[in-house]
């Protein structure tokens, strides 16, 4: 075994995986472990945030971290190795393996890269990737390395270090000495910038060249800091100032610009943004309303509190609520379904994942409840009630979040009596469940107060249609109406 091979194996690479459906990138919210720390097989070492949700990554090694590869608040692809750890500290020093550059992974000239990594299992394959050697250029004869970086840096305007006395083809005149480039700089090597393709089209987008940017990443690597600072108007030289004309402010204008803040859009807000987009204008919405008199609801709410059976869990009104939904979709299956437009086909499904819409720090999530359709009132409310919990603790996974059929919305709890909800993706319908008031309400005749509530059902009009959707909408209102409805259609 070859030095470099047992080192090798010594310093283990963690690198990050896909935490769910077909995720290619995740920012890392917080480290858990630093350099020196102890480490053993299936110890959290960091969180971090994907399109979907929080995550918890377990390491797959024991032993000592010898290097965290990104920072905090870093997004980072799938298939990156972000922390090395030195699986047998014993053995003394060694040199640990260096960190392959992010961006060099994916670029467009090196060899196809092996399975990425997965959560579960951590199932990927070590590749051993090398970077073709570039062709010379026809009719071009090979130049030592200080003649090519002399022609490059003339190339480039930039400064070269002088070449020792070596002599060329006839062809090639050697390049004039110039004075040396700033510290910590780096040119580039000749041929097709290094950067990966998320990188290029940041470059495209913002009209930049990237044979114009000096990299700064590993191994000549131009990263999105690099296109960013590149697109950032430079200062104009201090020994020739520019004139700048100063406008006078017109009276009673403000500016606005300094009292703005701007937030990238990533992780869940940028997936559910384009998530509803795609919903809003991909399924046909529809939208109904209906007003009911849910006093009788509101007083079972009050009793279930105090039943033995439901000690412990939380009763609320949204409780009632998903059970009145599911007794209504179980009367009308036809509406539990969902479109498949590869195959134009309509899949009517037999179970109900019940999704909740929850707002959260990070943004809104659509967790659900699996099979909710065959639990009884206390399974519901436990899984209701840690459903939530998670939710607003960041914890959702991504699994829980994936196969939802419908979905109820509360905006009852912010005082809202009703809105026009959009359809989770792949969703036949939603729910909202309005503020409940105190109204006067014509009861057996007379105007009493009464508690009263708006529904709204939205629903995709290429799975349901108006009756469909209205005898829907109408039997979730007459369950809360009279709950007794529960035992008797349920």
């Known amino acids: 075994m070859t030095a470099s091979t047992a080192n090798a194996q010594r310093f283990r690479e963690f690198k990050m995986p896909d935490v769910g459906e077909g995720l290619t990138e995740a920012e890392i919210l917080k480290w858990y472990v630093q350099p020196g720390d102890t480490v053993t097989d299936g110890q959290v070492v960091c969180e971090v945030e994907t399109a979907k949700a929080a995550v918890e990554l377990p390491i797959p090694y024991t032993g000592v971290v010898h290097e965290l590869r990104f920072g905090e608040g870093v997004t980072v692809d799938v298939g990156t190795a972000i922390i090395a750890v030195d699986t047998d500290p014993g053995a003394g020093p060694a040199e640990a393996p260096a960190a392959a550059p992010q961006e060099a992974a994916a670029d467009e000239e090196a060899e196809p890269q092996g399975r990425q990594a997965v959560l579960v299992g951590y199932g990927a394959a070590p590749s051993s990737t090398k970077r073709r050697a570039r062709k010379p250029q026809p009719g071009v004869p090979a130049q030592p390395e200080p003649a090519k970086a002399a022609l490059q840096a003339e190339l480039n305007g930039r400064a070269a270090p002088a070449a020792p006395a070596t002599p060329v083809a006839p062809a090639v005149q050697p390049a004039p000495a110039a004075p040396?480039?700033?510290?910590?700089?780096?040119?580039?090597?000749?041929?097709?910038?290094?950067?990966?393709?998320?990188v290029r089209k940041l470059a495209k987008d913002l009209g930049i060249d990237l044979a114009t940017i000096l990299p700064t990443g590993p191994d000549g690597i131009i990263t999105r800091e690099d296109v960013h600072a590149a697109a950032t108007p430079a200062a104009a030289p201090a020994?020739?100032?520019a004139p700048v004309a100063v406008a006078a402010a017109e009276p009673g204008t403000v500016d606005t610009a300094a009292r703005e803040r701007r937030v990238p859009v990533k992780g869940v807000r940028k997936a559910t943004a384009q998530a509803m987009v795609a919903s809003a204008f991909t399924a046909p919405h529809v939208t109904e309303f209906i007003t009911v008199d849910v006093t009788r609801t509101m007083k079972l709410v009050q009793e279930l509190k105090q039943d033995p059976d439901m000690a412990g869990l939380r009763v609320n009104p949204l409780l009632l609520v998903a059970k009145a939904f599911l007794v209504a979709l179980k009367r009308h299956p036809e509406a539990n379904a969902a479109w498949d437009e590869a195959n134009q086909e309509i899949v009517y499904k037999d179970y109900v994942n019940l999704g909740i819409a929850a707002?959260?720090?990070?943004?809104?999530?659509v967790p659900n409840i699996k099979d909710a359709g065959a639990k009884t009132l206390p399974q519901l409310a436990s899984e209701l009630g840690d459903l939530v919990a998670t939710a607003r603790e960041g914890k959702?996974?991504?699994a829980a979040m994936a196969?939802?059929?419908v979905t109820i919305t509360n905006v009852g709890v912010f005082g809202v009596d009703t809105g026009t909800p959009i359809l989770n993706p792949g969703e036949s319908a939603i729910l909202a469940f309005g503020a409940v008031k105190l109204q006067p309400w014509v009861h057996k005749g007379k105007v009493k107060a009464r508690q009263v509530t708006t529904l709204a059902l939205s629903f995709d009009h290429r799975l349901v249609d108006g009756e469909l959707g209205s005898k829907l909408l109408a039997d979730v209102a007459a369950v809360l109406e009279r709950p007794k409805r529960l035992i008797t259609w349920g």
């Open 403 to 405: 196969g939802g059929t």
């Open 239 to 241: 020994e020739a100032p």
């Open 180 to 198: 040396a480039a700033p510290a910590g700089s780096a040119v580039p090597a000749a041929g097709r910038p290094l950067a990966k393709p998320p």
């Open 396 to 398: 959702t996974s991504p």
């Open 359 to 365: 707002a959260t720090p990070r943004g809104l999530i």
